[in-house]
């Protein structure tokens, strides 16, 4: 078993200067594909549940489908997240359950949809901190809201991350890591036209990674959206109108700045499509469902294996032993004692 918490793989890309993909998953299909493809690129890896996922296939059965695949891919370090944990009792039940790593995201009240004022995001996130690095698990916060600057979701520039408030929140809250809203947005549709400096604010990372150079930063909403992926859906059957994604050269030019863990979702869910639609419309005759659910562990394993290279993670599986949670544990309490 090679369970690990996120703040040890975080900080091992930081020595290494690289980033780590952090993969959502809601089926087996999905956590097969992403750790095939850990296994083919030598990378360490984030295997996220969304508060969604978890009640799609049920918090027992998807964290038993992840610990498995800790079991079977030893060699490889795995974090187990909960992404987006919107309030402290979801957090904690996460942790609870046996997560190494959970998301407070207290940039939105607990309806996941309203924006919060500063001083709730801290009082939460903070209360989350001290529940998870007692137990030696892992927090991210976030700051600024997502949604895009022009998709209409959001109140565009106000919701973009401050980088004064960022230096403050991360003293304030203690997290180790910081997912910072640079005009990303979930999903499909991300932008309508390629996008450039004024509306994916990459020169906001930079600015924050000056300020807290020994910060992890997060970058959400970061899946690329690919043109070729699009163009397979629609071929065989699909009718999706995908807009830009985030290019992954902008990607590498954050990790450059201090980007360490980078949320992809929607790149797995488009590849698994395709790949599903391909199946089912080449073989007409096939009643057999795992001719395509083994077509959609292909297609994601594909996908996740092209971003692990691309990222800069692969290679760096065996360039460290995992330390237990107890360990971390008795790290946050030395590092407060100094402070
Ligand atoms: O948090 C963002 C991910 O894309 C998860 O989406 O809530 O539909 O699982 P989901
Ligand atoms: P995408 O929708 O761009 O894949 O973003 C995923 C994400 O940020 C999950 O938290
Ligand atoms: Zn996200």
């Not at 974090?79 to 944990?85: A, K, P, R, S, W």
């Not at 359950?97 to 924006?115: I, K, Q, R, Y």
């Not at 004024?198 to 997060?218: F, G, K, Q, S």
């Amino acid at each position: 078993m090679s369970l690990v918490s996120m703040r040890q793989v975080l900080d091992e890309a930081a020595t290494g200067g690289y980033g780590v993909g952090a993969f959502n998953v809601n089926n087996m299909e999905q956590i097969q594909g992403i750790m095939e493809a850990a296994r083919e690129t030598a990378s360490p890896v984030i295997v996220q549940a969304s508060r969604g996922a978890r009640s799609y296939a049920g918090d027992r059965f998807l964290l038993h489908l992840m610990l498995a695949a800790a079991e079977e891919y030893p060699e490889i370090p795995v974090v187990l997240h909960q992404d987006h944990g919107n309030s402290p009792a979801t957090c904690l039940r996460a942790i609870d359950l046996g997560f190494t790593s959970v998301m407070m995201d207290g940039s939105l009240l607990e309806d996941a949809n309203t924006p919060a004022d500063y001083e709730y995001n801290v009082a939460v996130t903070r209360a989350v901190v001290e529940y998870a690095h007692a137990r030696g698990v892992t927090v991210e916060g976030e700051l600024g809201t997502l949604g895009g600057i022009e998709d209409g979701v959001g109140s565009g520039e106000v919701n973009l991350v401050d980088p004064g408030q960022a230096v403050e929140f991360v003293a304030r809250t203690g997290v180790d890591a910081l997912a910072v809203a640079i005009g990303t947005s979930h999903g499909a549709y991300k932008f309508s036209r390629e996008p450039d400096g004024d509306i994916l604010a990459m020169h906001l990372i930079e600015e924050i990674h000056r300020r807290l150079p020994d910060r992890h930063l997060v970058m959400h909403g970061s899946s690329s959206v690919p043109a070729g992926l699009v163009r397979r859906i629609n071929a065989a059957g699909g009718r999706i109108t995908a807009g830009y994604g985030v290019p992954v050269e902008q990607i590498q030019r954050g990790i450059r700045h201090g980007v360490r863990k980078i949320n992809v979702d929607t790149d797995g869910r488009l590849a698994i499509t395709a790949a599903v639609r391909e199946a089912l419309a080449g073989e007409p005759a096939e009643w057999d469902p795992r001719h395509a659910t083994k077509a959609a562990r292909q297609g994601m394993r594909e996908v996740v294996a092209e971003r692990m290279r691309q990222f800069g993670q692969a290679g760096h599986a065996a360039d460290y032993l995992p330390l237990s949670l107890e360990r971390m544990r008795e790290r946050y309490v030395a590092t407060a004692a100094v402070a």
